[in-house]
């Protein structure tokens, strides 16, 4: 099994106000394994970063002016990703950035059904905890310290690293972890409707208090009929 984490960086955190992808970087996992295989390009936006996104990322204007534009790796980044599982943090971001690059060279999106967002697997794991990858890479153990400004590559680098140890680290198998093989994401990264469900019954029935019964009829002072009383 294939997969693909992935991490991005931008000008700005809303893509409808013309924001632009300025960095993908992409690591390779097998069978939940590092190959060391991976896929990294700076691009140049067209547009001048924000200054929080700068702040973050370190990437100049005037560096990402010499950089490639988005349609000159298109298909080099799509023919890495392949058919290829896809792990992002927070994937609701990533996925409406790089769709909106892919539209504009009128290729196809990425599929939200293709993704699995670590994200809502910590907060399966984690409810109620923060969740971000800083804090994850805190609580799992997961070394920052080369980590001076946000980087796709590295941020991908770590992000297999979280990914592997909510799996279940080294024994993924043995992982008690739940089990998450995609997400509701939709291909403009926008969440599908969840379905509603009946709540389940959960007061016994005649029957199965009957059944009960009988089997405490079978037992010397039972202990469940002297908490009862």
């Not at 490639?68 to 990703?81: G, N, Q, S, T, V």
């Amino acid at each position: 099994m294939r997969e693909v984490v992935l991490d991005t960086e931008t000008t700005g955190l809303d893509v409808l106000a013309g924001h632009r992808v300025v960095e993908i970087g992409c690591v390779e996992l097998i069978n939940h394994v590092p190959t060391g295989g991976s896929w990294q390009t700076y691009l140049n936006p067209q547009r001048e970063n924000e200054r929080e996104a700068f702040n973050v990322h370190g990437l100049s204007d005037g560096f990402l002016s010499n950089q490639p534009f988005f349609r000159d790796k298109a298909e080099d980044f799509m023919a890495f990703l392949g058919n290829s599982t896809i792990v992002i943090h927070n994937a609701e971001f990533d996925l409406k950035f790089l769709n909106n690059e892919l539209r504009k060279e009128a290729l196809d999106p990425i599929s939200g059904e293709r993704v699995i967002d670590s994200l809502i697997l910590a907060r399966s794991i984690y409810p109620g905890q923060a969740n971000s990858l800083d804090a994850l890479m805190k609580r799992l153990g997961v070394d920052s310290s080369a980590r001076t400004h946000h980087g796709a590559l590295l941020d991908a680098e770590l992000l297999a690293q979280v990914y592997l140890e909510l799996r279940g680290g080294r024994q993924a198998d043995l992982a008690l972890a739940p089990t998450f093989e995609g997400s509701d994401l939709q291909a403009d990264g926008s969440r599908a409707p969840r379905q509603e469900r009946e709540a389940r019954p959960h007061d016994a029935t005649e029957e199965e208090i009957a059944s009960h019964e009988a089997f405490l009829d079978q037992l010397e002072d039972a202990i469940w009929r002297r908490s009862s009383h």
